[in-house]
């Protein structure tokens, strides 16, 4: 089993830049591919960032891509969201997600074990 904690979220003027922390205990997270999904009030929860254990392969959504940035440290059994140049439109729950091996999931119902999530709020 593992368990997911998030922190880093709060309130930021656009343009602005906030960096998301995932703790995961438990287990060790080193097979584990790693992501970051969002939900914003209304909306479904959408992907936003995906990371292999080994950290070779990155994935992005398009919204996100050339802004934000997914890392990993398996020492540390962390992972990471740096975000910066926040727009409004980036306001939602953030939430790390883990699930065994390898490979290029995206979907919500591929991870497994998810955090409880942390607020981000990017005022305008």
């Known amino acids: 089993q593992v368990q997911l904690t998030e922190s880093g979220g709060g309130l930021v003027q656009a343009g602005g830049s906030l960096r998301l922390s995932c703790a995961a205990s438990g287990r060790s997270i080193t097979t584990y591919t790693m992501a970051w999904f969002r939900q914003a009030p209304g909306k479904e929860r959408e992907f936003v960032a995906r990371i292999t254990w080994s950290g070779s392969t990155i994935a992005y959504a398009d919204s996100v891509k050339g802004r934000f940035t997914i890392s990993r440290d398996n020492a540390k059994n962390s992972v990471y969201l740096q975000m910066n140049s926040l727009k409004p439109e980036d306001t939602a729950v953030y939430y790390c997600?883990?699930?065994?091996?390898?490979?290029?999931?995206?979907?919500?119902?591929?991870?497994?074990?998810w955090g409880q999530g942390t607020q981000v709020t990017v005022s305008s």
């Open positions: 997600a883990a699930r065994y091996f390898s490979g290029s999931y995206s979907a919500v119902d591929e991870f497994r074990y």
